[in-house]
């Protein structure tokens, strides 16, 4: 069936990076946009960015842009992203998701990869 | 930055109609989404292009748009429809992507 399945939880300390990978199965992975968003305890979505897997172009938030690095490997049908400089703030749970044009929305959401930063 | 805004809490009886709005100024140009999140779940699309259901989505489920705001309408609420609830939309450029800060349903 379509999915995607992430990679799993991780601690890193402040300053650290964190690299977060997506495997998408069950489409022509090339096809759909892959978006990040992220989650922190008790708090609502915030959206990071996206990537196209065919062209490789992507965009982020302005408030993610320089410190997040979306890249591809479609030869295994993954999605990888990373996340720089990090801080205590960052610790939330990552989910890619992919962008389905017929809807123009997020159809198919990962299981989500938690990531604490912490000293 | 470009926001939408819910109300963070909507209590409704089992069997009512509970309605969860979600306001932006850029509604009126671009389409809005809204996703279903459970605790410890990945959130679940329940509404796309303001107003239509994906397959899977129980009837009950419904979404309107009028001017700023858009709507998400549950008729006949059943306890298994507490949850989150996260409007979704794109800036007037729509080059960015945002949610709404989220609206708990709770099904008294």
């Known amino acids: 069936q379509v999915q995607l399945v992430q990679s799993g939880a991780e601690v890193k300390k402040p300053g650290a990076s964190v690299k977060v990978s997506c495997k998408a199965s069950?489409?022509?992975?090339?096809?759909?946009?892959i978006n990040w968003v992220r989650q922190a305890a008790g708090q609502g979505l915030e959206w990071m960015g996206w990537m196209n897997p065919n062209s490789g172009y992507r965009g982020s938030a302005q408030k993610f842009q320089g410190r997040v690095t979306m890249t591809r490997d479609t030869s295994i049908g993954t999605v990888y992203m990373e996340v720089s400089s990090l801080r205590s703030e960052d610790t939330a749970i990552y989910y890619c998701?992919?962008?389905?044009?017929?809807?123009?929305?997020?159809?198919?959401w990962g299981q989500g990869t938690m990531v604490t930063v912490s000293s | 930055s470009y926001e939408l805004t819910q109300p963070p809490s909507v209590s409704v009886s089992p069997g009512q109609t509970a309605r969860i709005t979600c306001s932006g100024d850029a509604l009126p140009k671009q389409y809005a989404n809204w996703y279903q999140q459970k605790p410890g779940q990945a959130p679940v699309l329940v509404i796309y292009?303001?107003?239509e259901r994906p397959s899977g989505i129980p009837e009950r489920f419904s979404g309107s748009s009028s001017g700023t705001t858009v709507s998400l309408t549950i008729s006949g609420v059943q306890a298994e429809d507490e949850a989150d609830y996260y409007c979704q939309s794109a800036d007037s450029s729509g080059l960015y992507v945002v949610f709404g800060g989220g609206a708990k349903l709770t099904v008294l």
């Open positions: 069950g489409y022509t992975f090339t096809s759909y946009e």
């Open positions: 998701v992919r962008e389905n044009p017929m809807v123009e929305a997020f159809d198919i």
């Open positions: 292009k303001d107003s």
